[in-house]
């Protein structure tokens, strides 16, 4: 993540869109492996504990991509990140993408082109289409 590392949301706090690396195949590969690892400790302890430990980690993980993250990531990037969320995974590749018009509809929408946003946020030319 580099310089958009950040811990938290805050409204002032504008970061560059993250898209490379582990964030082509999920858009939240941090809070991937934190489930990842609670599965496992499922599989090598599986106990009442481990499995309340993964449901509570699961719930948590969820209520703050959603109602947290998500929401300043499409205000803050708009349709750059519409874009990218309807492309990627929200914790597994392929499951969770954001449909285009259906969440988050309050949010203003930019009018930044696709073209716009993967020049500004990946640091290369892209052809028009």
């Not at 599986?46 to 980690?57: I, K, T, Y």
């Not at 914790?91 to 716009?116: M, V």
Request: glycine fraction near 8%.
């Amino acid at each position: 993540m580099g310089s958009a590392w950040r811990i938290g949301v805050r409204e002032d706090e504008r970061t560059q869109l993250v898209t490379g690396g582990p964030f082509t195949v999920v858009r939240n590969p941090i809070f991937s492996c934190m489930l990842l690892t609670a599965t496992g400790l499922v599989v090598l302890l599986p106990n009442v504990l481990s499995v309340a430990a993964l449901a509570c980690l699961f719930a948590a993980v969820e209520l703050q991509v959603r109602f947290v993250e998500e929401p300043y990531l499409l205000h803050t990037h708009g349709q750059c990140y519409r874009d990218y969320a309807s492309r990627v995974g929200r914790f597994f590749p392929g499951f969770g993408r954001l449909d285009q018009d259906a969440h988050f509809t309050h949010l203003p929408r930019p009018n930044a082109s696709t073209e716009t946003c993967m020049r500004r946020f990946l640091g290369h030319h892209v052809a028009p289409g």
